[in-house]
């Protein structure tokens, strides 16, 4: 039986290893892939014309979905370059933003939004020319646990902009 401090140890550790591999876009092609259909097991579904609004973070005003959750970009992607490199494994851990149709930008969103398709063919949305994601490690509207992940993972400014620590 574990006691608390190595379960915490433990699921340290898991976590560890498991965001490592998001790290320079090295995916592993044996992963399971996000799911992309309206109620996908891991909590992120495509949704009609996404939404995306401002809220105030611990961070200043960053961009979330309609439910609060926080969006991401992505160092490994190239801005404007109509495709996503988040596959494999990376792809469990980040959910692109997909949508069924054309996102919507709430009050406060300011950059460009448009659609590429992703990985798995599914409609993901951008900002800025940026292909949004999901941290896995989000559990609420408002987490951030995952800006600066690796150096590599990134909240965005209403204008579509990488926000720093």
Do not use: H
Not at 95 to 112: F, L, N, S
Not at 134 to 149: E, H, L
Request: glycine share 14%; hydrophobic share 40%; charged share 15%.
């Amino acid at each position: 039986m574990f006691t608390k401090i190595g379960r915490a140890a433990a699921v340290a550790a898991l976590l560890t290893l498991t965001l490592s591999s998001c790290a320079g876009g090295a995916a592993d092609p044996a992963a399971p892939a996000s799911e992309s259909a309206s109620e996908s097991s891991d909590g992120y579904g495509t949704t009609e014309g996404a939404q995306l609004m401002v809220a105030d973070s611990e961070l200043g005003e960053i961009v979330v979905d309609a439910k609060g959750m926080t969006v991401y970009m992505f160092d490994s992607d190239t801005q404007d370059a109509g495709e996503s490199t988040c596959e494999g494994q990376c792809a469990t851990n980040w959910p692109a933003v997909t949508t069924d149709g054309d996102p919507v930008a709430g009050e406060g969103v300011t950059g460009e939004l448009g659609t590429i398709t992703g990985v798995d063919g599914a409609t993901q949305a951008t900002l800025n020319g940026w292909p949004l994601y999901y941290f896995a490690g989000d559990s609420a509207a408002g987490d951030v646990a995952g800006q600066g992940v690796n150096d590599v993972w990134w909240v965005l400014s209403p204008a579509g902009e990488r926000t720093a620590e």
